[in-house]
Structures are given as structure tokens and as C-alpha cells.
């Protein structure tokens, strides 16, 4: 066909191309393995401090207990979510529709703000790979070039030795942390006592969490910066959401060009004027050898950079070495690096507060002023209405009870209007209900066929609770018209 390339062609191209493929893939479509060199600093170590944190958070959210309950726990069979002491329902929807989307504006506030803050401080993805798995792999297999020239080399009982006891000693924390997240979701009680019993009596949640474990090694053993380059989706959503003022790490090129590789004693002779002077870039690449996605921030922003923060370190490093100020790598704003101020406050940024001010005040007043019982009335399915010989008119109701004070409870129902009608619960006339629990009950109404008018009579029940609580529902009643 003319005019468009043969396939060899256009392979030849790409593989003659001067261009940039990705950082991980070598010209001929193959994964490049990187060894991102770790690079010690402050930044390193503030990450540090946190990523241990917030593992130390994930391990004890399941564990410890808000009023009863674990601080979180998402308790999908039963549709019950509790975080820090506040239990939501399926009747809560609203409440959680309004907190989800106070999470997002959150994440879009703050990535309007500080870039991708999120990926390089708190992302489960870098803070296990970084402060977890990397460094058991550089305990074992050794620092980056040894590891780079074994995995280069031939299958020797050194390399096969030290790969089994890796990925044994991944396998154990990816199964420990599959545990972990299976906690968030049946509680660390069912859990212990299915650890303690064959998998084939819990077979799915067996399976859920073989599956969870096959993930986790398999993200954190091989996957890796994969992860963030081409499959998360937050990744993609960071061009539109910064702008020339957010916060991102970035090369100052202003500072550092003309970049040129040369000795401490060169640039004192540039600094004293025997030679042209360059930039503060001295080309020795430690920038991109700590980065764990291989890319090289002095081409500018990329989708790829997660803003680890280690080129930071790795280049102020530097710097310190060759007596230059810090910050050639930095914190900075596209209008900063341009020499335009910077604006905290601009429209999208005022916007987005407003209206996370706004969702977050409806999510607390809608919690706030949640019923302390969820209370439903309907006509039990199939039923209308009975006259009874002595000319009363029944109505076969069902009450629909859930308890959300946290505390054990029971409940009588009475009528308030029209005094002449009276409520029966079928069974016991008290109903007990548990912390979080759900009663359906079913209940006849009777009242005088006088008091319908037109088929119909708007009536008023009162519940009345064991902690003094009562709450009044309405209910139209019918009957037959005249
Ligand atoms: S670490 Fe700093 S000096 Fe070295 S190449 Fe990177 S930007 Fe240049
Ligand atoms: S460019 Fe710097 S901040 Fe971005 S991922 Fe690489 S090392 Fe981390």
C-alpha cells in the first residue's frame, strides 16, 4: 500500500529514532530494569518517619477499638462501615456520597496546591516499595551495581539463593499484609479464629486473601514503578490538575545551565574568572540514578515523576560537595522558575476550598443530625386492609428498626394519633436490638372505621427507646371508602 511504512520499516525507525522511549523500556520494547541508588537526606529522612507511620497506622486501624468497634472496619456483608467510633449504614449513603467527594476535592486541592504530593509522601505503592521491599532486596541481593551485574550475569547458586530468600522473605510480608487488609474488612476477631481453622470453612475470604498476597508480591517483586507509570490513574489526572503556581519538584534551569561535567578545582577557576563560567549542573547524573522511575527531571515536568523527593537529596548532596548553595532541585512553581510570583490563591484553588468547606460542613451536619434510630414504616407486601366483626379496620404494618446509638437497646411502639387507634406488635411487645442491628417487625394497627375518611387516615406512632429516646413517624393508614 503507498504511503505507509512497511512494518520492518517503521520498527528500524523507532530503534533509529533519537527520540526518548520510556525510562523503563529499552529501544526494542523490553522492561529496563532500574536500581533506583537510595539517596540519604532530610527529605529521606521526613519520608522515612512518615512511611513507618503510616504503616504503623495501617497495622493498628484494624486492631484498636472506638467504642466498641475497630477504628475501621468495612464490614461489606453486613453494609455496615465504621470509621473512629461512627458507623454508617446503607441508609447512610448520603453521608458517605458526601465523604467521598469531600476526599476527592481534598486530593484535588491538594494537587492543585503541592503537585503530587500524595504519590511521594503517602502512596502505599511508594512507601512499601521504599521503606519496605527495596531495602530487604539491597540486605540481601546487595546495593544496586552488584545487584545489576549479577542479574546480568549467569544463574549461579549465589544469585538463585539470594533471589529464593527475597522473595521468601516477600512472600511473608505480602501474606502479612494481605491479613492486615483482610482485617479491615471482617474485623481481627473472625480473623483469628479463621487463621486457627481450615481454609475450606472460609473458603472465599481463603481465597481473597491468597489472591491480595499474589498481588502484592507480584506489584512489589516485579510491577513496581510500573505501577505508577502506567497504570494509575491518578498519574494521568496530574496534567489537568496543576498549573504553572502548584508546588512541584523541579530542576532550576536557570541555575544549573549551561550544564557541564567538571572537577571542584574547575569550578573555583570559573568562580575566579580564569575560566567561562557554567551552570551549577554538573552533569554527574546522581539525579537520575536515585530516581525510581529513571526519568531525568532536568527535561522538565513528566507524568512519570512521582515527586519522591530523591533527587532532592541526591543533588543537594552534590551541591554540598562542591560548595554551591542547595536547591538546584527544589520545591518550586513553574511561574517561580520563570521569575513570576507565585499565587497560593488563584481562582481554581479559591473555588476548590469553597467548595470543600461546603461538603465537608454538609457532611457534618448531615452526621450530626443523624436519627439516633433509623426508623422505616411500610405495608407488609401483598397486604391492604381487614374490617373486623366488631368494625374496626386493621392494617398489617411492618417497622423496620435499626439501632445507631452504639449501645444495646429496646424499643415499644404506642399510638399518638388518632387516640382511638391502638398498635400491636406481633410476638413481644418490647424489642431488643444490639448495637448496629436491624429489626424488621411486623405490627397490626386498629381503628375505628369512623376515623377514615375517604379511604384514608394520617395517623402518628411514637417509638419509644430503653435510653429515654423517642422518635415520632407518620404513617398513612387506609380503609374503606364510605
Ligand atoms: S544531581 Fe544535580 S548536579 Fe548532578 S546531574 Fe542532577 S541536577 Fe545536575
Ligand atoms: S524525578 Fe525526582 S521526584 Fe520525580 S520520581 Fe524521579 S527522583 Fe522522584
Not at 522473595?167 to 492486615?180: M, P, R, T
Not at 374496626?392 to 387516640?419: E, H, I, K, W, Y
Request: charged content about 20%; proline content about 5%.
Amino acid at each position: 500500500m503507498e504511503g505507509r511504512p512497511q512494518s520492518t520499516d517503521s520498527l528500524t525507525a523507532v530503534l533509529e529514532s533519537p527520540e526518548e522511549v520510556l525510562s523503563t523500556m529499552s529501544r526494542d520494547g523490553k522492561r529496563k530494569w532500574l536500581y533506583p541508588v537510595p539517596s540519604k537526606g532530610s527529605f529521606h529522612t521526613q519520608r522515612l518517619l512518615l512511611g513507618w507511620s503510616l504503616i504503623v497506622l495501617f497495622v493498628a486501624l484494624p486492631i484498636i477499638h472506638i467504642g466498641g468497634k475497630p477504628a475501621v472496619l468495612l464490614d461489606i456483608a453486613q453494609r455496615e462501615f465504621s470509621f473512629f467510633g461512627v458507623t454508617f449504614y446503607p441508609t447512610d449513603s448520603f453521608v458517605l456520597l458526601l465523604f467521598m467527594v469531600g476526599v476527592l476535592l481534598t486530593v484535588i486541592l491538594a494537587t492543585a496546591l503541592l503537585g503530587r504530593v500524595w504519590c511521594g509522601w503517602g502512596c502505599p505503592q511508594t512507601v512499601y516499595l521504599e521503606f519496605v521491599y527495596r531495602p530487604i532486596e539491597r540486605w540481601i541481593e546487595g546495593p544496586e551495581h552488584v545487584r545489576a551485574r549479577r542479574n546480568a550475569g549467569p544463574w549461579t547458586f549465589d544469585k538463585v539463593w539470594r533471589k529464593t530468600l527475597r522473595f521468601g522473605v516477600y512472600l511473608a510480608i505480602s501474606l502479612a499484609l494481605a491479613h492486615i487488609f483482610l482485617a479491615y474488612f471482617v474485623g481481627w476477631k473472625d480473623l483469628g479464629s479463621w487463621l486457627t481453622r481450615s481454609p475450606f470453612e472460609h473458603w472465599g475470604s481463603f481465597l481473597v486473601m491468597s489472591g491480595t498476597t499474589g498481588l502484592i508480591l507480584f506489584d512489589f517483586g516485579y510491577f513496581r514503578e510500573q505501577m505508577c507509570m502506567i497504570a494509575c490513574p491518578y498519574a494521568r489526572m496530574q496534567s489537568v490538575l496543576v498549573d504553572k503556581d502548584s508546588m512541584i519538584l523541579s530542576y532550576d534551569p536557570n541555575r544549573g545551565e549551561p550544564r557541564a561535567k567538571r572537577s571542584k578545582k574547575i569550578i573555583r577557576q570559573e568562580e575566579e574568572g580564569f575560566l567561562p563560567a557554567k551552570g551549577d549542573c554538573i552533569d554527574c547524573f546522581a539525579c537520575v540514578r536515585t530516581c525510581p522511575t529513571g526519568i531525568d527531571i532536568r527535561d522538565g515536568l513528566q507524568m512519570e515523576c512521582v515527586a519522591c523527593t530523591q533527587c532532592i537529596d541526591a543533588c543537594d548532596s552534590i551541591m554540598d560537595k562542591i560548595e554551591k548553595p542547595r536547591g538546584l532541585i527544589r520545591y518550586t512553581s513553574e511561574n517561580a522558575l520563570s521569575g513570576i510570583k507565585t499565587r497560593r490563591f488563584r481562582p481554581r484553588t479559591l473555588i476548590y476550598m469553597v467548595l470543600l468547606l461546603a461538603v465537608w460542613i454538609s457532611f457534618g451536619m448531615t452526621l450530626t443530625s443523624r436519627d439516633a434510630y433509623d426508623i422505616n414504616i411500610g405495608r407488609v407486601v401483598g397486604s391492604t386492609y381487614d374490617v373486623l366483626p366488631d368494625g374496626q379496620v386493621a392494617n398489617r404494618l411492618r417497622f423496620r428498626v435499626r439501632n445507631q446509638t452504639g449501645a444495646p437497646t429496646s424499643f415499644t411502639v404506642s399510638m399518638v394519633d388518632p387516640p382511638s387507634a391502638t398498635v400491636q406488635i406481633a410476638g413481644a411487645s418490647t424489642i431488643e436490638l444490639d448495637d448496629g442491628e436491624m429489626k424488621r417487625v411486623e405490627a397490626f394497627v386498629f381503628l375505628p372505621q369512623s376515623d377514615i375518611v375517604e379511604g384514608v387516615r394520617a395517623t402518628t406512632l411514637r417509638f419509644s427507646f430503653s435510653d429515654g429516646t423517642e422518635q415520632v413517624e407518620e404513617f398513612t393508614l387506609i380503609g374503606p371508602t364510605p
